[in-house]
Structure formats: C-alpha cells, structure tokens
C-alpha cells in the first residue's frame, strides 16, 4: 500500500501538465473562480436589475444572451450564477473530507469496538441515496445555499472515512509507532502526521470526482426551488426560470445548463488527470 | 532427431528501441529441447513469440519460424494454436480460469478444433485426465480449479494442452510454482506424454539440474542470445564458461528471479 | 446523480467483506448476516428522516390545527400526536407505524401517503425499468468493447460519452430532448405518460402502462404509451450508460491481463470467445452490482426527470409533495424510494456473494 505512493509532488505535477484533459479541468476550474471574484466587473450589468420593459428580448448586442422573464441580462446573470456554485463546492469539500478523514483515522487508531461501530454507521450511511436525502433534508429544513450543502455533506463521508481507516490501520500496526510510543512521543501526532499525506493523493482524486457531482445535485436543488433564494442567480434556477419559455426562447435554458456541464465536466476531466498522475494502479 | 518439428531462424524481439531477443536460430525435432538462462535472459520471450503471444508492448521484430512447412507470421494463427502447439505456463492457480469447470477447459482445445460431439469430447476429457494422474477423473471434471491443488492444477493444464494431439508443446517454467517434491513428477509426465505421442517439447527452465536429467538437448540464453548449444548429458562438463557458472550456480527457490552474483557476471562477458 | 463510480468498486468490496465466503462459511449464515445488515440500514434511514421532522421548522402541531387554534386545542393536538414525550418513545412509535407501513396523511392530496405512493411508484418502476434494460444493453456492449480495443477509436469514444454523461445535468437533457424532438421534429409526444384520450379510459390492472394498454387491446393506446415513454426513459438510460460503461470497461480490461486470459489464447480462442467465455464469468458480479447500482441511482434521480417530463411517478409525487410544504409525503416518498434503493443494493451484494460461491479459492 504504501510503497506504492507517489513519490515526490513535482514529477507528479509535470505529468499532470502533459494531461490535456486535466489541464482543461484546471483551467476551467480557475476561469471560474475569476468570474466569480469579478463578476461585478465582467458583468455587464445589474444580474438583479428588472427591465419589465425589455423582457425576453432576443441576443442582440446589448445582451449577447437576451433577457429573461424580468428582463434581467442573462450573461451577467451567468456570471454572478458562478458564485453559488463554487461557494456550495468548497462548503461540500470543506465539510466532507475532514469529517470523512477524522471518523476514519479515529476508528483506525482505536481499533476494537470504537472501529467497528464507526466503520458500521460509515457502511449504513454509505448505503444511503444520497441525493434524494439531500433533496429531502432541504425540503423539510428549508432551502439555502448552507442547508443544501450541509445535506450533500453529511450523506457523502464515508468513502472518505474507509481510505482513511484503511491507512491507519497500515500504520498502526507498524514497529516504529510502538517505538515511538516508548520514547513518550505521542502515537495521535504520529498518526496525523503520517496519515493524513498518505490519505491526500485519494482524497484529491475522490474529492475532484464528487464535486463534480455535487455540482450536477446542487443544480438540481436550484432547479427544483431548492437552491439559494431567488433573486440571486443560480444556474440550476435559471434553467428552471428558462423552462416554461423553452420552446421559444430556447437559449434561456441551454446557456445555464451549458455553464453547469462545463463546470461539472470540469472536475471531472481534472479527476482523471489526476488519477493517472496519483493513483498509477488503476487501470 | 530426423525430421524438424520447428525451425526458428534469426528471430528477434523488442520492447520499443530495446531488443530483448537479438536474433537466435535453432530447430526442434521430436525431442526433449530445454533453453536454459537467467531471469531476463529472453527464454520465456522466445517461448511466447513461437505461440504469438507476447506480452503488450513487446513485439516480434524480425526473424521466421515455420512449424513443419507453415511458415508462422505475427498473425494468422488459425489451426495453429490449441491445435499444433500447446503451451504449460507457469502457475496454474492463476492460469487456469477460476470461472470454468476443469473438465470444460480440459476439452476447450477440442470445441475449437475438432468436430466431436459433446459426449466424444467428455470420453476424451476424462481419459486425458486419467492419463495425467488424477485417479477419479469424473470428480476432477466436475470441480473448479479453486478445489484442486497446485500439482493437481498443472496436471489439468497439461491435458488441456496435449489433449488435441499438437505436434509441439511448449512449457514456460512449469515447474516452477510448485513444492519441490511435485516437480520430478510433472516432468516425468511431460516426459511420458512427449515420448507417447511423439510430439517435440521445449522446456523453458533455470534449473541446470533438473534439465540435465531430463532434457535431450540444451540451449542456453544469456541477454537475448543463444551462448551455447549441448546435449544434456554433457552439462557437467560445460566448456562454456556462462553455462559452467549456471551449472555452479545452484538455482533454489530462494535464488529464483535474482541475478547471477555480479563477480561471476563480469567475467562471463559474452 | 452523484458519481456512481467511485462508489461501485467499494460496494463490491463491502459485499466481498461481509459475504466474503472464507468467513462466513455456509450459505444460512451469510443470509442471516445479510438481514441483519439490510435491518440495520433501512433502521438508519428511519431514524435519519425522523431525525429530519424534529429539526424541521414547521411545527406539526400548527400544521394540523391551524394558526388560529386555542391554547387548549394545541396542548390537546401536541399529546394526542405524543410529542410530550421522550424522543427514544416517539421515535419508537414512528418506527412501529412506518413499520405497519403507515406513512400518515398526505396534507396535499387529501390522501393517505402509502395510497399515493401505491399509485405512483409503478410509473417510476415502469420508466426506469425501460430506461435500464437500454442502458444496461448498451452500456455493457461499449464499456467490452472499449476494453477489447483499449487506446482505439472506440475505446476514446467510450471515454467521452462516460463523461459526457456523467457532467451533463439529468434535467436539462431532458428538457433539451424536449426542446429538439417533441418542440422541433415532432418525433415524439409532448410530457407525460399516454395522450389526454387514453388517460382517462384506461382501466389501470398492473399499474404499468405498457402492460395495461397492450391488455386494453386498443392499439393506439399502447403506442401512445410506448411513444411517450421513449424521451425519458432513453434521456435516463444515457445517463446510466455513462456509468456502466466505464466501469465495466475497468471491470473486463482488468480480466484481460489475467493470466488465464493468455492460456484460453493459447488454446487458440478468439478475441470474442476470450471476452465471452473467459472473461464475462469471471465479471458477472461486478457487472450485476454495476447494472443494480445504476438502477438504483435511476430510482433516485427520478426526483430530477420525471418533474421534467410530467411523469406521473413517485418522483413528481416528492416534488408536488415539495412545493406544498406536505412533510409527511416527503417523508413518506423518501423512504419508499430509499427503502428500494437499499434492498436493490443488498440484494444485488447477496446474489454476487452466491455466485462466486463454490470456486472461489
């Protein structure tokens, strides 16, 4: 297990140059985050801004994608929609790993009971339809950006909390902790420390592969009423605002949708990269 | 030694620039042919390209290899494999499929190169079996290969292998994987079954000992080439020095896949 | 909708793991072992969505007596519900009732949930049935085929179309589909499940509307059914693709380089009789957990397509149930459709321990 890590970072990093899918990831996962920092200033107006008067105008050259249902310009709208959509992926990522890795290391490192009982509740969790218990939790404890979050979070741990035992285990069992526990240091910083860069390399891999599926289940909860409060602009929302005109004003609903499988097909492309980088033993 | 089973001529083998069998010719008549070397000494390469199947990335470069008057491209292989060369690789708890029945892959060769009815087919099945050693063929028909041991296993292999009458067989190290005191057995059934059927067989082995009792002639491989060429009998009184430093070397399990010790290397230069 | 490709390989190792038959000698105890395991999930579920109804905002009691009720009528209504009592007590309750398979009144239909999910969930099973057997078929074909030609044409496009798929939000393909096919060429009927004219005379026997219309005898209400299952069930169905495909592929082209492999060419099998007669036995496991785990997620995602289609199933059922603020059909629909996907799963984990069952070394 171990000996078959990753060696040092840099090589690792140049191959993933050599990916052009990974790189196309990354370079799309950083595009976005420059929209989102300067939405204001790339915008070219007011994503919230009604013009009842020019509503569903046609692309024209003013609004190069047209205005929706409240004649507010549908490229700004596009733009600040980058927002909610990175804000929802670092909240995920931010909660589930840690949780994922803590609940793992703690079960590897006690072992005996405390390890089965957490290793039982990550299987029974893991066995749980996530996305419907998201969608059902938001429902029931209302909609927002943080609940809906909250909800992918707490259903999507466990594989991270399985790599993670996996690895303490490997560790715990190693001659050098015992010895480090005689000589006073404390096995707990000892664990830590070495897990936790061993259980990285997968993790970024599993962590790039589920956002790109926690973008797709964000915008479904935004298109189904369930994302961040209108008026801020949300993708999923927006095709949902897009549908009841789709047959006319078609471009209401494909550019949103076209932004959130762009921002989906992101992580993923980036996912396979650095899984041939990381992970050489897969196939 | 009359008539020429396999003739191989200048065949050569690489790996993208690297060439890993540079160029070796020999024959293969109705006789007991072991190529003896170390690990990495290209036997095993040569072994494959006569059957056409070399691992990914490798490929037969160059050379020609006629089996009787069929001369044997990199493709083509109908009739050819299954039917008039076999092939023993070497651990049978990996080669054997896990999913399979022994008696089924035991008649395989036969569904595709024979017109005999299933019925025909189990009656050879079950006298190959009993020919092989297992003394209840009928219960070793029906068991997976996960219920056999490993000396059990090859046997299987083996009349998987001779049970469609090919005129050579090759067998990769067969021995190999197996306790010491299976090996004499499996040879002496190959042995048997050579000698029965008039088929060639070419032994890939490391163990000089092993081959001086059973092969009829030797050829030994070192870093591609063929170094020399002798009769079983004379390995003890090697005149060349690598196959003299072979001979000394004692091959065990321990020892199995490592190098030469580098002094002996050195002077063996070829 | 989430990636179910990460999940698949540790689905087949949790399954190894409890069913691992070196252990569990015996094929009752690993039954056994296996109804324990699927209780206690389907125990978990129960108490996350109970869970849910303490943490929810809306008070049930206002919810069934109203703003207006007197302080006497909600104390009256807060015992008669029990919710004076200790959590462990109402909890146990819930889990009796749910149990008794009572899901409770659904505010927005006037209906009892269990009625409502008996009527919806056959249109779900009937979609998502259709839209699997597709993508299982096509899925498997190019995830072998891609294995068989590693680094070809086919193989690169296997590729694509898996992350195609796996990028492309479920809903708005479905609206495209609409957009391009009912809007623009006409080729299929609009959302729904059969025309206006057959919705109303059709007498529902089994609940699916492929079987009860070809009973019908009418033929143009089967091919009204038939015609307005095609749109979803194959936007469904792409989506599944994506999954089965790429594991499938890792599945079989990790066979290839099996030792076994070599010897059944050696034998002087072909390409296909390798794949198909070698390979395929020895994957048949992972490929059933690949097929039920696509299933399954189908179940789920059906929240997503059926909104988009108008599709009368227990998906729409959730979302109409969403929009009016009706708790215990959210509930009720949730553990339905949770409940399928946990036994779906178990019971694939079971079969494959089965199969390997007698050669496993």
């Known amino acids: 297990m171990m000996a078959t890590m990753p060696t040092a970072p840099s090589p690792g990093l140049a191959r993933l140059m050599r990916s052009p899918a990974a790189l196309f990831g990354l370079g799309m996962i950083g595009l976005m985050i420059v929209v989102a920092v300067l939405a204001p200033v790339l915008a070219p107006f007011d994503p919230n801004l009604q013009d009842i008067a020019n509503r569903l105008a046609r692309p024209s050259a003013q609004h190069w994608l047209g205005t929706d249902g409240f004649g507010r310009d549908q490229v700004s709208r596009l733009f600040y929609g980058v927002r909610p959509t990175l804000l929802l992926v670092i909240l995920v990522a931010a909660l589930m790993a840690p949780l994922g890795v803590a609940v793992g290391v703690v079960a590897g490192y006690c072992g005996g009971l405390v390890e089965r009982a957490l290793m039982r509740v990550t299987d029974i969790v893991m066995s749980f339809p996530r996305l419907l218990l998201a969608f059902a939790f938001v429902a029931i404890l209302g909609p927002g950006l943080i609940n809906g979050g909250l909800a992918l979070a707490l259903t999507s741990w466990p594989a991270y909390a399985r790599q993670a035992r996996v690895e303490t285990v490997a560790l715990r069992d190693h001659d050098y902790l015992a010895a480090a526990e005689m000589v006073g240091i404390r096995g707990w910083r000892l664990i830590v420390g070495h897990v936790l860069p061993l259980v990285l390399p997968s993790t970024i891999i599993r962590l790039a592969l589920d956002l790109a599926g926690i973008i797709l289940a964000a915008a479904g909860l935004g298109f189904l009423g369930l994302g961040v409060r209108p008026p801020t602009a949300e993708w999923g929302s927006m095709v949902a605002d897009g549908t009841p005109v789709i047959f006319d004003e078609w471009w209401l609903t494909a550019a949103p949708g076209c932004a959130i499988f762009l921002a989906s097909l992101a992580f993923n492309l980036l996912a396979d990269g650095l899984r041939d980088v990381l992970d050489p033993r897969h196939d | ?270 | 909708m989430l990636n179910t490709a990460s999940e698949t390989s540790s689905t087949i190792r949790v399954a190894s793991r409890w069913f691992g038959f070196s252990r569990w000698r015996g094929a009752g105890t690993a039954v056994v072992r296996w109804l324990g395991s699927v209780a206690l999930t389907l125990f978990g579920l129960v108490l996350v969505t109970f869970a849910m109804t303490r943490l929810s905002p809306v008070d049930p009691v206002l919810q069934l007596v109203g703003d207006h009720a007197s302080a006497s009528t909600y104390a009256a209504a807060r015992l008669e519900l029990g919710l004076d009592r200790p959590l462990a007590v109402q909890f146990g309750r819930y889990l009796v009732r749910v149990g008794h398979g009572d899901l409770g009144q659904a505010s927005s239909t006037g209906q009892p949930v269990a009625a409502d999910i008996a009527r919806t969930f056959s249109a779900t099973l009937e979609l998502a049935t259709v839209a699997i057997v597709i993508g299982a078929a096509s899925g498997l074909a190019l995830g072998i085929i891609a294995a068989m030609r590693s680094g070809g044409i086919i193989d690169a496009a296997a590729r694509i179309v898996s992350l195609v798929g796996y990028s492309i939000p479920i809903f708005w393909l479905g609206l495209l589909f609409l957009l391009l096919f009912y809007a623009r060429l006409h080729w299929a009927p609009g959302p729904g499940r059969l025309d206006v004219l057959y919705q109303y005379t059709l007498r529902p026997v089994t609940g699916f509307a492929l079987i009860d219309t070809a009973l019908s005898g009418t033929a143009g209400a089967f091919r009204s059914a038939v015609a307005h299952l095609v749109l979803p069930a194959l936007v469904l169905a792409l989506y599944a693709l994506a999954g089965i495909t790429r594991l499938s592929r890792g599945a079989v082209l990790e066979q290839l380089g099996q030792e076994y492999v070599l010897t059944a060419r050696a034998k002087g099998a072909g390409p296909w009789r390798v794949v198909f007669v070698h390979v395929l036995p020895n994957v048949t496991g992972p490929l059933l957990t690949i097929v039920a785990l696509a299933y399954a997620s189908l179940l789920e995602g059906a929240v997503l397509t059926e909104t988009v289609f108008a599709w009368p199933g227990i998906g729409r059922y959730l979302t109409v149930a969403l929009f009016a603020g009706d708790t215990a059909a959210i509930l009720g629909a949730t553990l339905t459709i949770g409940s399928a996907f946990i036994l779906l799963n178990s019971l694939t984990d079971l079969a494959v321990a089965r199969t390997g069952r007698g050669r496993d070394r």
Request: charged letters at 20%.
């Open chain 2, 1 to 270: 030694m009359t008539d020429v089973l396999l003739r191989v001529e200048a065949l050569t083998v690489a790996a993208g620039a690297a060439t890993l069998v540079g160029g070796i010719s020999f024959t293969v008549g109705r006789e007991k042919l072991a190529i003896v070397g170390e690990s990495g000494s290209g036997k095993s390469l040569t072994a494959r390209a006569i059957i056409g199947l070399l691992p990914p990335g490798v490929r037969r470069t160059g050379g020609r290899i006629a089996l009787g008057d069929r001369i044997l491209t990199t493709t083509g292989w109908q009739g050819v494999r299954g039917r008039r060369i076999g092939f023993v690789p070497q651990d049978p708890k990996y080669a054997l499929n896990p999913a399979h029945r022994i008696g089924r892959q035991v008649e395989e060769a036969l569904v595709l190169h024979s017109r005999l009815s299933a019925g025909e087919r189990r009656e050879r099945a079950l006298d190959m079996l009993h020919r092989v050693g297992f003394p209840d063929p009928q219960r070793a028909y029906r068991a997976y290969p996960g219920e056999v041991s490993g000396g059990m296993g090859q046997r299987a292999m083996i009349a998987a292998m001779v049970i469609a009458g090919p005129d050579l067989l090759i067998a990769d190290e067969p021995t190999s994987a197996l306790d010491h005191a299976l090996r004499d057995q499996i040879l002496d059934l190959l042995g048997g079954l050579t000698d029965d059927t008039g088929m060639g067989l070419v032994l890939i082995s490391h163990d000089l000992r092993q081959v001086a009792r059973f092969a009829d002639r030797v050829l030994v491989m070192q870093r591609g080439i063929l170094v020399d060429r002798l009769d079983a009998g004379a390995l003890a009184q090697a005149g060349h020095p690598y196959t003299r430093a072979l001979w000394r070397a004692h091959p065990s399990a321990a020892s199995y896949g490592t190098r030469l010790p580098e002094a002996i290397e050195e002077t063996l230069q070829p």
